[in-house]
């Protein structure tokens, strides 16, 4: 693609220009455009570039092994694995505001990302992988007055305890334009194709209270249905997929007893940028088999409910 590959060529000169000999850290998050951020940077400046990994208890089932994988083994990007779940989740105990929940985790983030800064022997960049959507959302919505729809975990600047700039190469790019560079930069499909996935992570499909218990039935439930819309060929026609634990329990009846578990909620949609969205139209035959299947497999849940509701007036995530 000759304007992505002049794209590339321009912000590997940007990147030299404002970083110079400085140290960068980049956040992975597990998402396209945090890698493709990551691998852009990397080939701009080298082994000046520290790759941080940060698990925050909130990622999806074996994430943290595909991205340690990808960018230890394919890339040999040096990159560190920090487990900060312990943190994380203690300071999310409790928080049920959808808002209170993404600026925790932004804090928490920047938190992480000081330490490991200082580690290096001080890094003077953060590396981002924020889109052009991300900061518009963040802002307002439809460019009218500033109603904050969802705080984005990476946007609105970094606190000034932290004396780190930061370096978004990615901010005036759409999700399809990322992919199409991150092709360019030969990250695998696989990866790239990858359906986005929010740095808040699991917090914010898990309305209500957070717990390690919910986390995990949610977890479990989400990778059913991944591999379901996998094996039905259905993951490149969807813009993103993925289970929502309900907080609440209701009743049901499983060989001759009761049950008084979890609803799992399933989201799918179609979409170009993230900012409007269609419901992807299942057939019924799939959603039923894919209700029995996490049923089944999934200890803690008992029924299964999927959301018809597009964007605008719903969100793509429940909170
Ligand atoms: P919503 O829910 O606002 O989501 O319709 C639009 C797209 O943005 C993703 N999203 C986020 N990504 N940090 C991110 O990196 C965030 O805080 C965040 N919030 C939402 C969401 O998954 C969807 O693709």
């Known amino acids: 693609d000759w304007t992505m590959r002049a794209f590339r060529d321009e912000a590997i000169e940007k990147i030299r220009a404002q970083v110079g000999k400085g140290k960068v850290i980049c956040g992975l998050s597990g998402g396209v455009d945090s890698a493709v951020a990551a691998v852009l940077i ?23 092994k595909t991205v340690v994988d990808l960018f230890r083994h394919h890339y040999n990007i040096p990159l560190v694995h920090v487990d900060a779940s312990k943190q994380f989740l203690g300071e999310l105990a409790g928080v049920t505001d959808p808002e209170q929940k993404r600026k925790t985790i932004g804090r928490l983030f920047i938190d992480v990302f000081d330490a490991e800064a200082r580690k290096i022997g001080g890094a003077e960049f953060l590396a981002q992988g924020t889109l052009y959507p991300d900061v518009i959302e ?20 970094l606190p000034a305890r932290m004396n780190m700039k930061l370096v978004e190469p990615l901010r005036e790019l759409f999700k399809d334009e990322v ?16 359906h986005p996935f929010p740095g808040p992570g699991l917090a914010i499909r898990c309305p ?8 995990d039935i949610l977890r479990n439930a989400d990778a059913v249905y991944i591999d379901q819309i996998r094996k039905h060929g259905l993951y490149d026609a969807i813009w993103q997929a993925f289970a929502v634990l309900l907080p609440v329990k209701t009743v049901g009846v499983m060989g001759d007893g009761r049950t008084y578990d979890y609803v799992v909620g399933l989201r799918a949609v179609t979409s170009t940028d993230g900012m409007t969205a269609d419901f992807y139209p299942f057939e019924m035959k799939f959603l039923g088999e894919t209700a029995t299947r996490i049923i089944n497999e999934v200890k803690g849940v008992n029924r299964v409910v999927y959301d018809v509701t597009s964007k605008p007036p719903g969100t793509i995530e429940w909170e």
């Open 42 to 64: 990397h080939e701009a400046i080298g082994d000046q570039l520290t790759c941080v990994f940060v698990d925050h208890g909130l990622l999806r089932l074996d994430e943290a």
């Open 179 to 194: 992919r199409v560079l991150g092709r360019e930069l030969g990250l695998p499909e696989i990866f790239v194709g990858r």
């Open 208 to 215: 209500g209270d957070i717990t390690k218990e919910k986390l």
């Open 138 to 157: 963040s802002v307002s919505f439809t460019g009218g007055p500033s109603v904050t729809i969802k705080s984005h975990h990476n946007v609105g600047g």
